[in-house]
């Protein structure tokens, strides 16, 4: 009897501390977005609460497809927890041959080729599941075949529980802001939206955040969606979220204390392991007096799971507080009220949201796909006919003045169109960061109406991750040669003829240099840039050691890290300013441009007045990008007094130059708040 206790005990206990694999069926995998499930039902597993000493050790699959680059694969648990596995990964190789998923392998599958066999870690953690949840019942395998052509068949697939099995990440505190999203069991694709729910953890400057505190900044619904392009192949997902009523209604809230409203993104930057190459553009820009997105960095956690250190930040948006122009309604088709406001794109379309737009009118600078300019408020979806034949007109009459002969001319060439102080703070942070994407590919534009300055601006810049040396072709890891002429003549996607043009006209390229003389004594100082990057740094020492225990790639490459690849984050920091010290140097001297006192911009204290041609002949036209003039004075080099005028305006205004002599002039205009003076020469 007691003989027969005792093989009792040692079976049971062989039963618990052993591993137990269950194999599930096969069949085909249909074609192009229709998603299958496979269940596999699971029973006599001894251990009725999954936990970390015992749950899921693995995934396995056998998989006949001709391009596995196709292929979503989810397990779906018996609580209806979607853990992905593996999406979008191998290209266009074929099959996953006895391929097993495990959190404690240590090449990530998304590192993987085609064919894929052996043991890889999976995109999102196993271990999600060991939470006291019952292996036994029905678990499922979700497979969507996403394009058409490549159809596929699943042979086998199981699922072993036993007690090697992956642990939870450990944490416990932070001194950036938590933030918790609870997909309440819906999966996060890329479009539609899912209701999620969101706290975030924030309890102030110097303050300590726990994961275990109650009090939440936010605690309400969300609608998220992943986001991107190319960086969707990547394990660790950007996401696109709106705060949200019960209903799924958008509504406005301050977050993090931003000003209200509800469009928010959750930037994974998993290819810039600095973490800096999208927040210092963003502040470089907002310095120069620009709008870019405000940012903030903050750690998220998602179904229980650490997904790691995020940035924060702003969609751009028309709003007050953002991309600051007129609202735009279906209604709005008066001549004035249909001139503004609009918000381009020069984008792909898969990365912008939308397919709605034109195509640029001449050829780009190197031989390629003619430039796309993409509707992004109001988008392809809201815009009317009128709107859009309006705006695309604008552009198109921009283009023609640009592209003709008169281009210079300064009332009847391009500067009746654009902004051009605001194109050359663009140009400026596009070839400070040598940005790959830069001027073709996620580059904004906005117009106001014509009541309001009726130009096109460049901005707010955005999507530097591949910027800063961080691409490793097209010569972006390089710090000498241009952005804007792109010599990659094979590569879709091209730069408009816009910036080689403009660099043709000697007005805007003194102005161009005399700006960016401005700017290398102030926020394009080396010591400045090292500055706020090392604060940066020093700020994300912690949460960045977390984020590279969760995903460990520093010394590995990721698309399109260039070589060496710096093995520790400190590496990484010091790579990124000795690129940009480089890149500074090759700057000052290869800019061109000349400033002087006979440059485009009149030699002036306040850089929102402007004042062209410099030097002049018949009138000087004087701008204000700032609050409006009311009272301008002219004087000449002895101080004389030669010509007064009271005026009231915000955008341009031309004076005459009759009989004035040949001479230096300074230009005094007062606003309600300043007296600015510009000088200038008359020849």
Known sequence: MKKTLLLLLLCLLFQQTNAQTFIGGGGPIPDNQTPIFFPLTVTSVPQTSLSSSFGI???????????????????????????????????????????????????????GNAPFSGTYRPESPLYVVNNGLNPNGQWQLYILDSYPQDAGILNSWSITFGPNTGQPFPFTSSNLPIVKINTMGNSIVDEPKVMANMQIIDNGAGIRNYITDTVYTYDGHIGIEVRGSSSQTFPKKSFGFETWDSTGLEIDTSILGFPKESDWILNANYTDKSFLRNVTPYHLFNQMGRYASRTKYVEVFINNVYAGLYVFMEKVKRDNNRVDISNLTPLDTSAVDITGGYILKVDKATGSGGTGGFNSAFPPVNNGTIPEILYDYPDDGTITSQQSNYIQAFVDSFEQALHGPQFTDPINGYYKYINDSSFIDFFLINELSKNVDGYRISSYLYKEKITKGNRLNAGPV????????????????????WSYTYNCTTAGYQ???????????????????????????????????????????????????????????????????????????????????????????WLDLNLPGTCTSTGVEAISNNSSILVYPNPASNYITVKSEGEPIEEYLLYNINGQLIDKGMVNFTDE????????????????????SELSVSRFVVE
């Open 495 to 585: 730069v408009p003829f816009w910036w080689a043009r403009l660099l043709n006209d000697p007005i805007y390229k003194n102005k161009l240099k005399c700006r960016y003389t401005q700017l290398r004594s102030t926020i394009f100082t080396t010591a400045y840039i090292n500055n706020f990057i090392d604060s940066v740094a020093s700020y994300l020492q912690e949460s960045q050691d977390r984020n590279f225990q969760q995903w460990p790639i520093l010394g590995t490459y990721v698309w399109p890290n260039p070589s060496p690849i710096p093995t520790t984050y400190a590496g990484e920091i010091t790579k990124l300013k000795n690129w940009i010290s480089t890149r500074l140097f």
């Open 653 to 672: 205004l031309t004076i005459p130059l009759t009989n004035v002599k040949a001479g230096v002039y300074f230009l005094h205009t007062r606003t309600n």
């Open 57 to 111: 050790e693995s995934v396995c699959l056998n998989i006949t497809h001709g391009y596995v680059g196709d292929l979503n694969i989810f397990l779906i648990a018996p609580d209806n927890t979607y853990i992905e596995l593996t999406t979008g990964n191998g290209g266009g190789g074929q099959n996953y041959n006895n391929t097993c998923l495990s959190d404690l392998s240590p090449n990530v599958i998304t590192s």
């Open 462 to 481: 955005w999507d530097y991750d591949i910027a800063f040396g961080n691409a490793d072709y097209c010569g972006g890891q390089y710090q000498t040669g």
